[in-house]
């Protein structure tokens, strides 16, 4: 069996695009395995997406359904439970919706999505020290230990992993949960969009992540099979 690549552990976003432009990415490029389905395809299909997408590709190994719900409990509870059964690998929380809202996430998931791993996104990777300090007063020092707030309740409630910058992989290291990158670019790519905490996937893996999110990097280059080769050739770290 071979080694597992970069590209196993890879979820491509598939953001910006409608439902004909997904069945043209996705049928040009048979290499990807892993997909992220975000707000903006299922609010204009519904749950209906993830059947489609899982019906029609095959080679689809894991779906991401990166919904980053984000209410008071029950309204958590009940949006999961109306999920119940997608068959979806990995459903998105905000850890900052705090412990209650957590507990009965994963309430939910339990009962009606037991397939499905619930992962807590810390800080969006688009925000940078400005925004912190201009969204809850917190300066450059104390970032750090703003993240690691988040990643204690994390482990403390138990969710099964955590979106993260890859700038914060490093506090995470030895920690048994899944950490899972966005913010991904590649070396010569100039820019980074929107984006703040950024790095390339060989230094993401390399601080332990177990699977990178990437987006634009991907969907928009302008060699996206160079792109895919230099993924499936990078040996996943032992
Ligand atoms: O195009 P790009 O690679 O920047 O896309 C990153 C994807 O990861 C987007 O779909 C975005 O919603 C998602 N994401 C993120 N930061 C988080 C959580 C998810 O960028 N903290």
Not at 126 to 138: A, V
Not at 156 to 163: E, K, N, R
Not at 180 to 185: D, M
Not at 207 to 217: K, L, N, T
Request: charged share 20%; hydrophobic share 45%; with cysteine.
């Amino acid at each position: 069996m071979k080694n597992a690549s970069a590209l196993d552990r890879t979820f491509v976003a598939l953001d910006n695009m409608s439902l004909k432009d997904v069945r043209i990415f996705l049928k040009s490029n048979p290499e990807i395995v892993n997909i992220k389905i975000g707000l903006e395809l299922f609010l204009a299909h519904g749950p209906q997406i993830v059947h489609i997408l899982r019906s029609e590709f095959q080679p689809l190994q894991k779906i991401f359904l990166d919904l980053k719900l984000h209410d008071i409990p029950q309204t958590v509870r009940k949006s999961i439970q109306a999920l119940s059964g997608l068959p979806v690998d990995f459903l998105t929380v905000h850890l900052s919706g705090g412990r209650e809202m957590l507990l009965a996430a994963l309430q939910a998931q339990q009962a009606s999505l037991q397939n499905t791993k619930l992962l807590g996104v810390s800080f969006l990777t688009s925000l940078d020290q400005h925004n912190f300090q201009e969204l809850w007063g917190i300066k450059a020092n104390d970032i750090a230990p703003a993240f690691q707030r988040l990643f204690s309740l994390a482990l403390d409630v138990a969710v099964h992993g955590l979106i993260l910058s890859p700038l914060e992989l490093a506090q995470l290291k030895g920690k048994n949960i899944l950490k899972i990158t966005p913010g991904i670019r590649f070396a010569e790519d100039g820019k980074t969009h929107d984006q703040k905490r950024i790095a390339t996937f060989e230094e993401a893996f390399n601080a332990g992540a177990d699977y990178i999110v990437i987006g634009r990097s991907l969907t928009e280059c302008t060699d996206i099979k160079k792109r895919l080769r230099d993924l499936a050739s990078f040996p996943l770290p032992t």
